[in-house]
Structure formats: C-alpha cells, structure tokens
C-alpha cells in the first residue's frame, strides 16, 4: 500500500542516480525488472530517521537526507503500530552490517536457475552481509512479517520486487 505520509516501519523507494544507479537498473533488466523506476530500499525508523544499507555498510541517518527527492513510501496495509515498531527494533540489530555486491550476482545466479543452487542459497541467506532490498525483507521478517509468500527463498529480494509487491498498482 502507498503511503502519503512515512511511518516507522515504512519502506521508502527512491532512485538511484550515476554509476551505481545505472548499474542497479542494468542488473534489475536482467533479472526481468527493467520496469521498475526504483534502485533503492530503506527502512523508516522513529524519529525522523531511517536506515539503509549501502557499500560501507547499513547506516542510520535523518530521513530529512531525502527531502526534495523522489520517494515513494509503501508498507503491507493493516500493519499495527505493534509490528512498524518491532520491524524498527529488528533494524537496530542491522547497524554497520556490510554491503555485498556479490549478492546481486547470487540472486541473478538463482533466477536463472544456475548450479550451485545450496551455495547460493546459503550465501544469500546470510545475515552477514545485505544489499538495501535485503536488509528491508530481513527487518520484516525478524518481526514475524513475511513480505513474500512465494515460496522465495530468503534474502531473495530487489527494489524491484517490493515495489511489485507494494506499490505497483497499489491504491493511492
């Protein structure tokens, strides 16, 4: 569901602009994403802050960083103040988790359905290391929220993906 306003425990998605953007948006075409107008995920945290993961690793910051730019904030509709505040406590926890571009490869590996498959799942599956898309999912689903019920397997997810799942033909 849209949201007009931010809540604690809502995903904001933004574009990327540069290298990395168009990077994002080249890897999001392969796996079939192309579509998407997002390359990037965060988490909103109380306070007027919210937290990200990006190549030094997840940061908090004042959500005022994205004031003036394009995002569009979505979240599963229903979800009580108890949950937005146990996605945000599961946030915390996440805090200088590094980045990893190989997980990008990883999820790309899996949808083209290429060997390796329990090494790659292994791999994505940890919490040890996350791309924005992940670190959002992993929040979620540390507060007992399964954004996808697809069958996915865990850490599989892109910017792309929650915005299909979100906010893409989602009520205004």
């Not at 290298?19 to 945290?45: K, T």
């Not at 990883?106 to 949808?111: D, E, G, L, S, Y």
């Not at 959002?136 to 507060?143: G, I, P, S």
């Amino acid at each position: 569901m849209i949201e007009e306003q931010p809540l604690p425990g809502s995903i904001g998605l933004t574009p990327i602009s540069g290298a990395v953007g168009l990077g994002i948006r080249i890897g999001q075409a392969l796996l079939g994403d192309g579509d998407c107008p997002y390359e990037h995920a965060f988490l909103v945290l109380p306070d007027g802050q919210l937290i990200e993961a990006e190549p030094g690793g997840a940061r908090i910051a004042d959500l005022s960083e994205y004031a003036g730019r394009e995002v569009l904030y979505v979240a599963p509709a229903g979800l009580t103040d108890e949950e937005r505040a146990a996605i945000c406590a599961a946030a915390l926890k996440y805090r200088d988790v590094p980045y990893s571009f190989l997980d990008y490869a990883a999820i790309a590996a899996h949808r083209f359905h290429l060997p390796g498959s329990p090494l790659l799942k292994g791999y994505v599956a940890s919490t040890r290391h996350l791309i924005c898309s992940q670190l959002v999912d992993q929040c979620y689903q540390d507060a007992g929220i399964h954004l996808f019920q697809d069958g996915r397997w865990p850490g599989y997810s892109t910017p792309a993906d929650l915005y299909r799942r979100l906010g893409q033909g989602a009520e205004q």
